[in-house]
């Protein structure tokens, strides 16, 4: 199990010079699918280099919205 911790909070200044950055995430996930049955990505709401990293290697994205008008319209 990879868990986020404060060596993590560093990746996003060292993808900058990296060729393909988008996906070193989808990279590494796919060397260890044969050990998971599934594998959740949680990221924060935002577009940072991370965060793109999670979603080009998703294959389903579950996106939680509050119930109201605004949230779901957006």
């Known amino acids: 199990m ?8 560093g990746i996003e200044v060292s993808l900058i010079n990296i060729l393909s950055r988008e996906t070193v995430l989808k ?13 959740l990505i949680d990221c ?12 080009a290697c998703a294959d389903f994205v579950l996106i939680p919205v509050q119930a109201a008008y ?5």
């Open 2 to 9: 990879l868990l986020a911790n404060i060596e993590f909070s």
């Open 44 to 55: 924060m709401p935002s577009l940072e280099m991370v965060t793109i990293n999670d979603l």
């Open 27 to 39: 990279e590494y996930v796919n060397s260890v699918t044969e050990s998971y049955d599934y594998i």
């Open 70 to 74: 605004l949230p779901l319209k957006a």
